[in-house]
């Protein structure tokens, strides 16, 4: 009986011991319209990791990038869709099943090209519609999948080579397979834990021969070695029963990272890359007898450079002796690998290349600035244009309408360009500001100077941007100094309150009060200076890869507490946390009192509040040493105490928080996976998927003029959260209710020119932010039945306008873009574009009204003139009025044509009853016909074939001119009006004489055919007509 | 004893919930419109709706006959401009430059002869018409606990070559009436992008549920909203509406 209660007890207390619902769906359930706004760019892209294509369809492509997921082209690389918006967007491998190429493709996550930024993965992921639905697979701990092979004659099969965890041992690595479809892995190949499978192929003739190269490898934050007396090439001939190694012909020692191909059109020719200890042994192999025994053919510098960053092999498969390797440039050899050439020009850094299925000259190249194209064998290269995977380090934001997003990418140099431009955001709007990888860039907090920088500080540049100068201006080492160590992503800080300061972080910290000029340091050494992890010229094990990537013991971290300049927070990438409250005299390294914290976890991000000069939050880091666990603290007393911000709910390293400068309840969070929202101070978090991909968000930034929250995401480029004031209203109050008008920003009616952009179809255009009017609210249930409707009135509480609401549970936002009414225009044989013109509405008080069911919500919304209008409050009312007459004008005429064509209508059905009347009726219509040819055109099509323009269509060419004209009206137009006033009053004096000719004889001759006669519905009554 | 198996019960209730199957949500979605006669009984539908189009509301009038014919009627500045006609054998619409009727490209008609008999619903009767329909699992919709359930009808031409035909509908788990459908676009520039429609306001005509109010986008854009005014079930309309007329 006991055992009952017990299990009774269970039951009844599982669901509240289950989390009520995990982060994503609970913002799923709140966010509603809230939704991010991707900008790219596009113009740089970003790191492609891998390309794969259709067997049997040459439009459909696959790539997987370094961090900004899965593309699909369906017409042949001319456009790229993202398909994998959901899940991790690190990706190692995309694999098509040959026998369902159309719907199943698997991808393994997590990047191979294992630089210091490479990101990890979470899994293998299998859809069975071609993209639009993805199930995780398993080999969730598996961080990086080089290789998929589904065998060919039977789908439940596959092969996976797990290259596995970079930052720390793993036995989850190897190569695995699954006979089940994926439900059941076991591990057929394993080598040891510091070991993967870094390539394998699958002989096309005979899926039970597999080649598989196995790598030994690691990282660390300051360090990195490649290869080992564990490295080997395998091959099986069972399935992956039993593996033999195939050494014969191979350089003895060590070996590093090793690449496999094998020619389709002959698959006993093989060619491997081998990375090995002489440098007189590296290079290309070739073996022709399917791995007995292998040749060394060439080492030129394209083929052995940076062995862990490019190894892929790929041969054409129509001509074994045609092999493409990647590189720094990319190579290409004719001759079955004896001499190579270059690819054509394009961004350096190749790391897959591929001949498309059909024609060999067509082929699609992946490189650290995206993927190109070609037409000609790989002779000349173009870019793909839309693909917006670009890798930030950092954004920062400036003041500017519309504001600029500063910031440098992976390999890809700084830019900045604006957050939203005339026709969308395209790739002329972006500038450089910095060369080579670029990292942090800090806009001048009031001039139109922007400092900028590359890796390691080689460079730090302040540009003029008005007047188009560059200085060079980082620290530079004077007598006494030692060297200065920056780390590849060095720091920099600008001042709230100094607007000429700028910071920059070696080991130590350097302040600088006139814009780079002079600089004084004013810490000492802020790290551990820990010897054995500062000897970075050592690094790369068999190739040595001495980049500075892997400078460590330095300052990562800076930040001066926007209420006190004296305040400074420094972190480092070796876990220090120092504080200074005198301007730098003295420092205390506050990282002891971190709940939870491991020693030496990286800091990644420092944000000091803007609510108390003593709180601050610290975001930590700890991947590099394989711990993949988010970190984000805060402290409310300059670091003597720090208490978590996170809960379990959120997922992936954490890399940043921004604090909101309104609420300090709101916080957001920037993780390997996304975004996280938290309105509570971080007691519970909400995840944002909203048009949001699961990228890693590097950087968050407030822009405090338009509460938007900007995001450096490292795949997937700049990303917009526009107006984030609705969040700082959510409190359990309001959740409560079942409708809640938000607080939102200000409703401006815009006075701009409305010309376009120039970008191709082809070109990716990131959106603009909307400039309509917006009502937000919430809505405690989605509105699925019965009656809901919104109206606006105006302040005498009459309807302006009905507009469809949002039905969605959580937040809504309907738009409105400030029209008015458009007047019904006469009826003519073609249609008049400008006849569609709204009439602007006056700005002043106006009220929402929502009808739901039968309950009632109202709320006041003020809306207001464009404060940049080129046009003053008295013009304003002249040009009120003077559209208001035309809009009259218009609509007069249309009752006027009206009556016309229900006479003519009358009399042509009359003449028809009754053929006898035509001599007495063609001459009257040809009269009533004559003068609606002077009001309406009559003739032609909407095209080029259209009869001249009439007085309706200059009408609406004037009206349309005066209600979206942004000036008052100029004397031209209003004597224009005159112009066509006199032409109506003449129209109208035409009319009444003709119906005084001929009105009362029709009609009476209507009567006596048993017709009705000529009735005209009211003007009221007319405008009601469709 | 009682109280126990009332907690045993409960507790089974509470953590369990019940599983559905696509049938059973289907079948109770067609229940809660209105009943699968009911529905076999209807012989066509006429929608009047609005659509705003820079402040102007743009009426519509749609048909949709048993039989498969079916227009969309425009009016515009008093002309009436007609898109998506069937009328049996062509499937036509008006030039906006010409004012006249112009056929469909012959995929599109030939696609659009393979979907014949959806009327008035696809689920119904779907495996007689040889659809096939699978619950994937719940998804978050609207803020909305719902169903997916992935439609897959006959397969269509894109480009000349013949591809599956699925659409995911989104049921709201609680009423049982799709939300939202989603389905991949084959053709033109936002190939490959997703179109997403939705649905709201269900109310009762003649004993049977419509959503009168449409949102038609495409995923991570905007949606433009179409109001339904009135809905008129087995309307009368003349046939030589349908008709497409060669030019003489």
């Known amino acids: ?1026 | 004893m009682r109280i126990l198996s009332l907690l045993l019960a409960l507790a089974f209730t509470v953590s369990f919930g019940h599983a559905q199957t696509a049938d059973e949500i289907i079948n109770k979605y067609l229940t809660a419109t209105g009943g699968v006669e009911k529905w076999q009984k209807l012989e066509g539908i006429k929608m009047s709706a609005k659509v705003n189009q820079g402040g102007m509301d743009i009426p519509l009038d749609i048909f949709n006959l048993k039989d498969g014919r079916q227009m969309t009627v425009v009016t515009f500045q008093g002309k009436s401009i007609k898109q998506g006609v069937y009328d049996g054998t062509t499937l036509w619409s008006t030039n906006f430059m010409t004012m006249k009727a112009e056929k469909s490209d012959a995929e599109t008609t030939e696609n659009f002869k393979t979907a014949l008999g959806d009327f008035p619903d696809p689920f119904l009767n779907y495996s007689a018409k040889g659809y096939k329909v699978e619950l994937v699992g719940k998804e978050t919709v609207e803020g909305t606990e719902t169903f997916k359930i992935k439609l897959t009808k006959k397969p269509v031409l894109v480009e000349g070559k013949s591809e599956e035909n699925v659409s995911f509908y989104f049921f709201d788990a609680e009423e049982f009436i799709p939300i939202m459908v989603e389905s991949e676009i084959k053709v033109g520039p936002a190939k490959g992008q997703i179109s997403q429609i939705t649905m709201s306001d269900y109310q009762e005509v003649n004993g049977l549920f419509f959503p009168f109010s449409l949102g038609q986008g495409v995923k991570g854009m905007g949606s433009q909203p179409i109001t339904m005014t009135k809905i008129e079930l087995n309307p009368q309309v003349d046939s030589k509406e349908f008709v497409f007329t060669e030019e003489k």
């Not at chain 1, 490295?231 to 069972?238: H, M, R, V, W």
């Not at chain 1, 700049?718 to 309001?734: A, M």
């Not at chain 1, 002043?844 to 940049?868: A, M």
């Open chain 1, 1 to 1026: 009986m006991n055992q009952l209660y017990r299990f009774l007890y269970l039951a009844l207390l599982l669901p509240a011991f289950l989390p009520a619902q995990d982060a994503t769906t609970r913002g799923k359930e709140l966010f509603g319209d809230l939704r991010a706004r991707q900008i790219g760019p596009a113009i740089m892209s970003g790191r492609i990791s891998d390309i794969e294509l259709h067997p049997s369809n040459p439009k459909v492509i696959y790539v997987g990038t370094a961090g900004g997921g899965v593309w699909k082209s369906n017409d042949g690389g001319a456009r790229f869709n993202s398909v994998f918006d959901n899940h991790c967007q690190s990706i190692g491998a995309v694999a098509v099943d040959p026998s369902a190429p159309d719907n199943v493709v698997w991808v393994g996550t997590g990047e191979t090209w294992t630089r210091n930024s490479v990101s990890f993965g979470d899994g293998i992921y299998r859809t069975g519609d071609g993209g639009l639905n993805w199930t995780k697979m398993g080999l969730e701990k598996s961080e990086r999948i080089a290789s998929i092979i589904v065998n060919p004659k039977n789908a439940n099969e596959v092969y996976v080579g797990v290259l596995g965890a970079l930052w720390s041992d793993s036995e989850e690595r190897g190569v695995y397979k699954t006979s089940d479809g994926g439900k059941t892995w076991s591990k057929i190949l394993y080598v040891n834990a510091t070991t993967g499978c870094a390539d394998m192929v699958m002989d096309p003739s005979n899926p039970s021969i597999l080649y598989a190269s196995f790598w030994e490898f690691r990282r660390t934050a300051w360090s990195f070695n490649s290869g080992g007396n564990n490295s080997a090439l395998y091959k099986s001939i069972d399935g992956g029963k039993t593996w033999n190694k195939i050494h014969n012909g191979f350089p003895n020692g060590k070996l590093g990272r090793m690449g496999i191909a094998i020619a389709a059109s002959n698959p006993k020719i093989l060619y491997t890359v081998i990375e090995s200890e002489q440098d007189k042994d590296k290079g290309l192999y070739r073996s022709d007898d399917a791995g007995a025994s292998w040749k060394q053919l060439n080492n030129d510098f394209g083929i052995v450079v940076r062995p862990f960053y490019f190894s892929r092999i790929t041969v054409d498969p129509r001509n074994p002796e045609v092999i493409a390797k990647g590189g720094l440039s990319g190579s290409i050899s004719r001759d079955g690998g004896k001499t190579f050439r270059n690819l054509g020009a394009m961004h350096s850094d190749i790391h897959d290349i591929v001949f498309s299925i059909n024609d060999s000259e067509r082929m699609f190249v992946g490189t650290d600035g995206g993927v190109y194209r070609s037409w000609n064998g790989g002779t000349t290269m173009e870019i793909v244009a839309n693909l917006p995977v670009s890798q930030y380090y950092h954004v920062s934001v400036d003041n500017q309408e519309p504001y600029n997003i500063y910031g440098g990418l992976q390999d890809n140099n700084t830019w900045y360009g604006p957050s939203s431009s005339p026709g969308g955001i395209e790739a002329r709007d972006w500038h450089l500001i910095g060369v080579g990888d670029g990292f942090r860039a800090l806009p001048h907090p009031t001039k139109r100077i922007v400092y900028s920088e590359m890796q390691g500080a080689e460079n730090v540049w302040r540009t003029d941007l008005e007047k188009n100068k560059i200085r060079v201006i980082q620290p530079l080492p004077v007598i006494g100094d030692p060297k200065l160590r920056w780390n590849w992503n060095p720091p920099m800080a600008t001042s709230a309150l100094r607007p000429d300061r700028l910071y920059m972080g070696s080991q130590f910290l350097h302040k600088s009060d006139d814009m780079g000029d002079t600089w004084v340091k004013i810490s000492p050494d802020l790290t551990t200076n820990n010897p054995s992890k500062t000897s970075q010229g050592n690094s790369g094990g068999l190739s040595t890869d001495n980049s500075g990537a892997e400078n460590h013991c330095t300052i990562f971290t800076i930040a001066e507490s926007p209420l006190d300049e004296k305040v400074i927070w420094v972190g480092t990438d070796d876990g220090n946390v120092q504080v200074t409250q005198d301007a730098g005299k003295t420092w205390k390294n506050v990282n002891t009192n971190l709940p939870g914290l491991p020693a030496g976890t990286w800091c990644y991000h420092i944000e000091a509040s803007s609510f108390n000069k003593g709180t601050a939050y610290a975001v930590f880091e700890g991947h590099s040493h394989g711990d993949m666990q988010p970190y984000a603290y805060k402290t409310t007393n300059f670091g003597a105490t720090w208490t978590s911000v996170l809960t379990p709910e959120v997922e992936g390293v954490a890399r940043n928080i921004q604090e909101d400068f309104v609420n300090p309840n709101l916080l957001f969070l920037g993780t390997e996976f996304g975004l996280y929202i938290s309105m509570n101070g971080g007691k519970s978090w909400y995840k944002f998927t909203n048009n949001m991909p699961a990228v890693a968000v590097y950087y968050l930034e407030i822009q405090r003029k338009t509460n938007d929250l900007v995001m450096g995401t490292h795949g997937r480029g700049v990303i917009i959260l526009d107006d984030i004031s609705p969040l700082r209203q959510i409190t359990d109050e309001v959740l409560a209710k079942d409708l809640h008008f938000f607080k939102n920003r200000p409703a401006i009616m815009y006075e701009e020119s409305s010309f376009g952009g120039t970008a191709g179809e082809m070109e990716f255009v990131g959106p603009n932010p909307s400039r309509a009017g917006q009502i937000v609210y919430y809505l405690k249930k989605r509105h699925s039945l019965g009656k809901f409707t919104m109206e606006i009135q105006n302040a005498a509480g009459q309807k302006v306008h009905e507009i469809t609401p949002g039905k969605s549970k959580g937040i809504n936002i309907v738009e409105w873009g400030y029209a008015g009414k458009v007047p019904k225009i006469a009826k003519g044989q073609t249609i008049s574009r400008e006849g569609a013109t709204p009439a602007p509405i006056p700005a002043g008080k106006y009220k929402i009204v929502v009808q739901k069911g039968t309950e009632t919500y109202t709320h006041d919304w003020d809306i207001s003139y464009d404060p940049k209008s080129a046009i003053t409050l008295e013009d304003r009312k002249l040009k009120e009025a003077t559209v208001q007459k035309v809009f009259d004008m218009t609509q007069s005429l249309a009752y006027l044509v009206y009556e016309l064509d229900e006479t003519i209508n009358g009399a042509k059905q009359l003449m028809s009853k009754n053929t006898g009347l035509s001599s007495t009726l063609t001459p009257m219509l040809a009269e009533y016909n004559k003068l609606k040819e002077t009001l309406v055109v009559t003739t032609g099509d909407n095209y080029v074939s259209a009869g001249e323009p009439q007085l309706r269509e200059d009408l609406a060419s004037l009206f349309s001119n005066l209600a979206s004209g942004l000036y008052k009206p100029s004397a031209n137009e209003l004597a224009n009006l005159k112009r066509l006033e006199a032409e109506f009053n003449a129209a109208k004096v035409e009319l009444q004489k003709l119906k005084g000719k001929h009105a009362a004889k029709l009609n009476e001759l209507l009567v006596q055919n048993q017709l009705a006669a000529i009735a005209i519905k009211p003007f009221e009554e007319f405008l009601k007509l469709p």
